[in-house]
């Protein structure tokens, strides 16, 4: 008997004679007889023990960042969670809730969303933001197709900066399979803000930039905005949150839409998921956005507490003239990202985004000394930064690999034009020795 | 009962968490783009566990209590799942790392996809998307890219029964289709003569969730794969309800080409208050050449990751909610074929008891075998009384309601997903909880219209919530 199933057999006994049949197979007997009960060929069950111990040897096969140094980001970090988030995702009244359609029994879910929504609101300058969606990928890909629907559809092209992340700009792609959306700026993969703006036209629904941008760059955003509202169209930013510790966010110069991967803030990286898509927008286009949100109000006894709200926008209420189809989110990545935020406060996300910037910038410095090693341009950066190498970059991550260290994104990878470029990362993570290991290494690796 | 807002226990210099010290000489920072202020709260750490814990208690789980949410399958989570997602040797490391240095991880999702692969009867599944919305989304998506192949353009229309969720005909809509909405028979079927006549060339396929939303099986399934196939539409199972099906009936032995499972629901990853969920697809012959990607292929002793030949693309960014498949594989190791078979069968006899038991004391507008959930209306138990009235009466007796309102087709629609995991003695107490409130509904009714009366907080204001929204909190 599996200890996840409590019945004993005189309880199945009872409950088939209360129904009122004899066998358990009677319950089946409106299925296809040719089809009913085929044989599962699965491995045999497991104890407890067992299992472990089995998972325990299969993770150990893969190389973990506990014993690696790791100079690799691309969309995904290594940033440091603090223990309380653990925590408090680790309670079971939250992990084990559904989404919070009963609010008189689910407050404690829905006071952490309202909480999470106030703090994304803080850190990009938007005025609303949503109960997340799947992840910074599938957060362009929506905030996309709500430009188009701001626009009542009249506006189909959406403009993309190829220094937005390739993955995501994939997803967008797919995303739009369906529809009459035209996505283009990415063509030419060098193509640069100036000459992004000299496509908006009528037809522009939206441009979509990063900043800091896939390359780790600080982009020049001042008159952005001022193009992009010209043209009628929306200007969306995909945004690092830990970067807004320090930067100026994206309501300050003018975005409409802010979406973002919220994976840094509190997440683990998990093998790529399951990562947090951070939404926001302003106030007026409230109505148009896609995704949960969670709004205060009173009980009949006047005290305070909060509600899933303008829910008509949701495909449970509104079906196929839904704003999107989402349900299912990632609230518990929501309350890591609301934790951390709040265990962080003021001073300790500046902190965090402050030695990032410092250690890159060492890094950065260090690996330019080196022969046959240079940054690509002067733009000013974050916490990644682009290395062009004397060594093919594959080559040289084999055998950084030899030295416990992961090294930088192979940039060829998505940019056959720099295909002799790495993307390095550098977080607070880092500590100056695993810096200084990394620069020996590279010296090393190269003639 | 209430909490405060984390802001409104914020004092200007409390820190939640010490910091390293710099350790590198400090470059110059861009003066012209740094930010004036950053409105975060500041909290010690004490203040900030302290103020989760009193909000976690404000909170109803599958660990609390019983929680038959129809057609979301909330059965208990094992605890090992959590255990095994946070090994460091998966929850450390980075999506974009050689393949060489995650060869475990990638024989995990390779595994989980032959597990899902064997269960339900597909050719290939794709871990990637991260919920079941998503991998509908995907499944239309895979459905347009195999009309658009042939050439077949003038397939426009996405026929779904009126059953459906309302995920359906919206990931219809997200993929440019027109939906066309199907009658239920009197039994709870699709409407075969309406199927029929909807039938043509310009159908692209028919969405299809068995059971049903009424917890029903679809008696005719294999007749209504043939009537879809013949007009050279396609078959996307809704694999929402497959907690039923375990073991018991493979959807593509039963026709269908493409469907999402839900890691979430039948295999207990937990549900994390509205997500992170998993939604893989599985894609028969036909379709399998078009699901979204990378999915892991094995060459040899090793493992790869490989976009299908003709994929719809990727549907979000790296591989699918790694961590959620982590807790899926330990699920099903922990059963076997047996344990599974189990868990579908004990599902639908919990369901089964529940309606035998109170059919008679709520009208039940269907009344067949259910498979894992049964749905009574709540009209006409008393006067002036609705369903919202009864389970939020619910709450008072210790149980989260049933979902309510759902399926549209059912006035005042009450449905009653047990799952596996409850023991007799908990039905019986939900079950002796709904027969006293049909009691106290026509005795006491102002007990059920101010119900609940034992909640943190009492029935909320959700049109004033609507009508001045309040979004996010803003200092006085």
């Known amino acids: ?447 | 009962m209430t909490e405060p807002l984390v802001f409104e226990l914020s004092s200007p210099g409390r820190v939640g968490v010490n910091l390293p010290e710099c350790d590198v000489p400090e470059a110059e920072l861009p003066k012209e783009l740094l930010r004036d202020d950053l409105p975060l709260p500041e909290v010690s750490e004490v203040d900030l566990v302290r103020h989760y814990i009193h909000l976690s208690q404000l909170n109803w789980g599958v660990d609390v209590g019983f929680y038959p949410l129809g057609s979301c399958t909330m059965k208990y989570n094992p605890k090992v799942n959590e255990e095994a997602a946070k090994l460091p040797g998966f929850s450390r490391i980075h999506p974009y790392q050689d393949e060489e240095t995650v060869q475990g991880a990638l024989q995990l999702m390779y595994e989980l996809q032959e597990f899902l692969k064997e269960i339900s009867g597909f050719v290939g599944v794709s871990l990637q998307p991260a919920a079941g919305a998503h991998g509908e989304f995907a499944g239309i998506l895979m459905m347009r890219a195999y009309h658009e192949e042939r050439g077949d353009l003038k397939r426009t229309k996405v026929l779904i029964p009126d059953s459906a969720h309302g995920t359906n005909p919206a990931s219809s809509a997200m993929s440019g289709y027109q939906v066309v909405e199907i009658k239920s028979d009197e039994r709870g079927n699709v409407d075969l003569e309406e199927l029929k006549a909807h039938c043509d060339e310009t159908v692209v396929g028919l969405m299809l969730t068995n059971p049903s939303t009424l917890g029903l099986f679809e008696e005719h399934v294999l007749e209504v794969a043939e009537i879809i196939h013949d007009c050279g539409g396609l078959m996307f199972c809704d694999g929402a309800n497959m907690n039923s099906l375990l073991g018991i009936a493979k959807p593509c032995e039963m026709g269908c080409d493409v469907m999402m499972f839900n890691l979430h629901k039948t295999f207990s990853t937990p549900h994390g208050g509205g997500g992170p969920g998993g939604g893989p697809v599985g894609a028969s012959e036909r379709l399998v050449k078009y699901l979204p990607g990378p999915i892991v292929v094995k060459e040899g002793d090793k493992y790869h990751l490989r976009m299908p030949e003709k994929s719809i693309g990727r549907v979000k960014s790296f591989y699918g909610n790694f961590a959620v498949c982590v807790k899926a594989y330990t699920y099903i190791r922990m059963l076997g074929a047996e344990g599974l078979r189990q868990v579908s069968e004990d599902a639908v006899l919990a369901a089964n008891y529940i309606l035998a038991k109170l059919k008679g004391v709520y009208p039940l507008p269907y009344d067949r075998i259910c498979k894992h959930e049964c749905v009574f209306s709540g009209r006409g138990i008393a006067e002036d009384i609705h369903t919202m009235d009864i389970v939020k009466r619910l709450m008072d007796y210790g149980f989260h309601p049933p979902t309510v309102y759902f399926p549209l087709i059912v006035p005042e629609a009450i449905m009653i997903e047990p799952t596996e995991t409850e023991s007799k003695e908990r039905l019986d107490a939900f079950i002796e909880a709904m027969v006293q409130i049909a009691k106290e509904a026509k005795e006491q009714p102002d007990l059920l219209h101010e119900a609940p009366h034992t909640t943190p907080v009492r029935r909320l204001d959700e049109v004033r919530a609507a009508r001045h929204p309040v979004l996010r909190w803003m200092p006085k």
Do not use: W
Request: proline share 5%; aromatic share 8%; hydrophobic share 40%.
């Open chain 1, 1 to 447: 008997m599996s200890s996840y199933l409590p019945h004993t057999d005189a309880h199945r006994r009872e409950m088939l004679d209360a129904i009122g049949v004899k066998s358990i197979e009677e319950l089946f007997a409106d299925i296809p007889e040719e089809v009913r009960f085929p044989e599962l060929k699965l491995p045999k069950p497991l104890s407890e023990a067992e299992i472990l111990r089995e998972l325990r040897e299969m993770s150990e096969r893969n190389a973990d960042l506990d014993h690696y140094a790791c100079f690799l980001g691309a969309g995904a970090y290594n940033h440091f969670v603090p223990s309380v988030v653990g925590h408090v995702i680790g309670r079971s009244e939250f992990y084990t809730a559904y989404t919070p359609y009963q609010p008189e029994i689910s407050q404690g879910t829905l006071q952490t969303i309202f909480e999470y929504q106030t703090m994304v609101c803080a850190l990009t300058g938007m005025e609303v933001a949503n109960a997340s969606h799947y992840d910074g990928a599938t957060a362009l890909a929506e905030a996309a197709l709500m430009a188009v629907r701001i626009s009542r559809e009249k506006r189909q092209k959406v403009i993309v900066s190829p220094a937005v992340h390739p993955e995501y700009r994939q997803t967008l792609r797919t995303y739009t399979r369906g529809t009459a959306i035209a996505v283009t700026g990415d063509e030419d993969l060098a193509r640069e803000l100036d000459d992004l703006k000299t496509m908006l036209d009528e037809d522009t629904a939206c441009l979509i930039v990063q900043n800091p941008n896939f390359f780790g760059q600080l982009e020049e955003v001042d008159g952005l905005a001022d193009a992009v509202h010209e043209a009628g169209a929306l200007l969306i930013v995909a945004v690092d949150p830990i970067s807004l510790g320090l930067f100026r966010p994206p309501g300050e110069y003018g975005a409409d839409i802010v979406v973002g991967e919220g994976q840094s803030l509190g997440n683990a990286i998990s093998f790529g998921g399951p990562y947090l898509g951070i939404f926001a927008c302003l106030d007026k286009y409230k109505r148009r956005m896609p995704g949960r949100l969670v709004g205060e109000t009173v009980d009949v006894e006047g005290r305070r507490g909060y509600v899933l709200t303008l829910t008509p926008r949701e495909q449970h209420i509104r079906r196929e003239k839904a704003t999107s189809n989402i349900c299912t989110n990632e609230a518990l990545c929501a309350l890591a990202a609301g934790a951390y935020l709040a265990a962080m406060g003021k001073t300790g996300l500046r902190k965090v985004a402050e030695l990032c910037y410092h250690k890159a910038h060492y890094a950065a410095q260090r690996i330019a000394e080196l022969p046959g090693f240079e940054l690509v341009d002067d733009k000013p950066f974050f916490k990644e930064f682009v290395v062009r190498c004397p060594k093919p970059p594959a080559e040289i991550n084999r055998q950084l690999l030899q030295q416990k260290i992961i090294g930088g994104y192979e940039l060829g990878k998505a940019y056959p034009h720099l295909a002799d470029c790495m993307l390095f990362c550098v977080t607070e993570m880092n500590t100056r020795e695993e810096i200084d290991r990394l620069v020996e290494a590279l010296q090393e690796v190269t003639p």
